[in-house]
């Protein structure tokens, strides 16, 4: 892929974006506060959160007990940020090839290898 493009109003860890810097692909994502802890990607800022309880599989009639939280952006600004990194990709290779060094050292940090030693330290079996 020339671009990867995470359009997600609520997402985990990312596991994609983070395939997708080391490989040094280009991700176009929304500032959610999971990604942001580690994403080198090109950003669309968050307006607002909102929240809701329904569970949508029932039709919406009744509450489902956990509370989801969206965060929205501006359609239109996610549009331009994406259309900013096709010309990067297309005629700025100066710049790719900069996000393309921030992402070859932050994706060493979340090696299986190292993270893994992290986790059996954490758990006092290592």
């Known amino acids: 892929a020339d671009i990867y493009v995470s359009p997600s109003m609520a997402e985990g860890f990312g596991l994609p974006i983070l395939e997708s810097m080391a490989l040094g692909v280009p991700v176009v994502h929304v500032e959610l506060p999971s990604l942001m802890e580690f994403s080198e990607g090109f950003t669309v800022p968050v307006e607002y959160v909102s929240y809701f309880d329904v569970d949508f599989y029932s039709g919406g ?66």
Do not use: P, W
Not at 103 to 120: A, M, P, Q, S, T
């Open 61 to 126: 009639a009744t509450v489902s007990g956990i509370i989801y939280e969206n965060h929205v952006y501006d359609v239109e600004m996610f549009a331009e940020v994406l259309l900013q990194v096709v010309d990067y990709v297309r005629s700025k290779s100066d710049v790719i090839d900069d996000y393309r060094g921030r992402c070859e050292l932050k994706v060493k940090e979340y090696d299986i290898n190292v993270k893994y030693k992290e986790l059996l330290k954490y758990l006092g079996m290592g």
